[in-house]
């Protein structure tokens, strides 16, 4: 748009460009304040007895945590770091159960399902494991995975008489590394939620398990999603389920389960909820960390690649949209405004994503320059200055992100040259392009292959 539309209409643009950048303002100072507040209730939440307020609780005794572990061809050893974390947590590990959510497809499912449940097996109330077949009317992922396996979660349930109102399921990535603390405050918040039917609970995802290996421009765009997830837990209008997190199998059940014809499985699920539960659904932030692990493989320019290929696969969230869309006018139990702020939050997430950068790098700079007589007036004289200032002043907001991160990331390993925690300062001079190629770049191809038509498919994010 400020191309073409600045050949006729420059004055247009000019605006329209201005707007955009005082928005974006508020948008950094909006993910700046929340980002703080959260971090602040998560360091005074991580020190609370969570265990001793949760068995305080009346039906303590009677939760149970069914964790389903969707993985395809994962590596032995971060299955087995998942597992060894979710031992570690302070909640009682007989109240717990695993179920691991392999695929037939998977050659080497059945050695690793074997050492698992070598390793594993009595440490839990119950180790179940799924093998889910694919179906021709299924897609590859995460999602037909979560379905298949919290289907067989419910029927062992239902032979063991185990009562679906007082269980919990958590989709848990392969590599998802919970807080110890995390059921004994899931538990807590579950038990005095008078709409535990109604609710997803989600932790801060930080994306810190191997951030000190990761190559300069991985570790700035992993630090600004890992700021950006802490931010939302203190704009729970706007939060939803995402990557690692929780809700009742009882609803899960009520509403048919995980979509098994979609790729990006968490947006969908809260809407497939939303839509067929109603106002009272939202997501009950749980200011915990849980750390996972940022797209690395074994070299610079693999590494790259592997988080292009992340980026570009979460942007095909995209495709929920024009669900939502169907379901705004399908739904009409729900009241007008209140869909309209959920349609209206999901557009804003997902078309600012590719564009952005196109905005506020060459947004100010084109209109002048394509139209020489625009250039000459006071308004094309003023753009660039005024642009320029108001992004010169998101630099705070960047600061306090840099400062949260330096807070909140793992302490510096020993292998870590000390020499080079300098740059990890100097790096975000590189946000201009590193946002480029790792965030509107991707966002741009996913929109654009779903735009003609083209299949994504399910890639399963490499670890190392």
């Known amino acids: 748009m400020p191309i073409w539309l600045s050949f006729s209409h420059p004055a247009i643009v000019a605006y329209l460009v201005v707007l955009f950048i005082m928005y974006w303002f508020y948008k950094s100072a909006t993910v700046a304040i929340n980002a703080l507040r959260s971090y602040l209730t998560l360091r005074a939440h991580i020190v609370v007895d969570w265990l001793t307020l949760a068995q305080k609780s009346p039906g303590f005794s ?17 299955l087995r770091k998942t597992l060894e974390n979710i031992a570690a947590q302070d ?16 050659d080497t499912a059945e050695e690793t399902i074997v050492q698992l449940k070598k390793e594993f097996g009595k440490t839990f109330g119950h180790f179940w494991v799924n093998r889910h077949e694919l179906t021709p009317e299924e897609v590859v992922g995460k999602s037909s995975n979560m379905a298949s396996a919290a289907k067989e979660c419910v029927k062992k349930c239902e032979e063991l008489g185990i009562d679906l109102d007082n269980v919990t399921v958590t989709s848990c990535d392969a590599d998802a590394e919970l807080h110890p603390k995390y059921f004994s405050y899931l538990t807590y918040k579950f038990l005095h939620d008078p709409k535990r039917y109604f609710h997803f609970y989600q932790a801060g995802i930080f994306f810190y398990s191997n951030i000190w290996k990761l190559p300069l421009p991985g570790r700035v765009v992993n630090t600004i999603s890992s700021i950006f997830n802490l931010s939302l837990l203190s704009e729970t209008s706007k939060l939803i389920n995402f990557s690692t997190y ?8 009520e509403v048919g389960y995980w979509g098994v014809d979609v790729i990006p499985e968490d947006y969908h699920m809260f809407f497939k909820t939303y839509f067929k539960k109603g106002t009272d659904v939202g997501v009950v932030p749980i200011f915990l960390p849980i750390q996972v692990q940022a797209a690395q493989s074994t070299s610079f320019w693999k590494t790259l690649v592997n988080q292009y290929e992340q980026q570009k696969r979460w942007a095909w969230g995209v495709s929920d949209v024009p669900v939502v869309i169907n379901r705004y006018f399908t739904t009409p139990n729900i009241p007008f405004w209140n869909k309209t702020e ?75 040259a000390k020499w080079k925690i300098p740059i990890l300062y100097i790096q975000w001079i590189s946000l201009p392009v590193v946002s480029f190629f790792l965030s509107a770049l991707p966002g741009l191809d996913a929109h654009t292959r779903l735009m003609l038509g083209k299949r994504l498919e399910y890639r399963v994010t490499e670890k190392v």
């Open 91 to 106: 909640f009682p590990k007989k109240q717990i159960i695993i179920c691991l959510g392999t695929e037939v497809r998977d």
């Open 342 to 416: 959920r349609l209206m939050n999901l557009l804003e997430s997902h078309i600012v994503w590719p564009t952005n950068w196109f905005i506020l790098t060459l947004g100010a700079i084109l209109p002048p320059l394509i139209n020489q007589h625009f250039a000459r007036t006071q308004l094309g004289f003023m753009l660039s200055e005024v642009s320029s200032f108001v992004l010169t002043l998101c630099i705070l907001f960047l600061l306090v992100i840099i400062f949260i991160d330096f807070k909140s990331k793992p302490p510096r390993p020993q292998d870590y």
């Open 62 to 78: 009677k939760i149970q945590h069914v964790v389903i572990i969707p993985e395809y061809k994962e590596q032995l050893h971060v």
């Open 246 to 253: 929780s809700l009742s199998l009882k609803t899960a059940k």
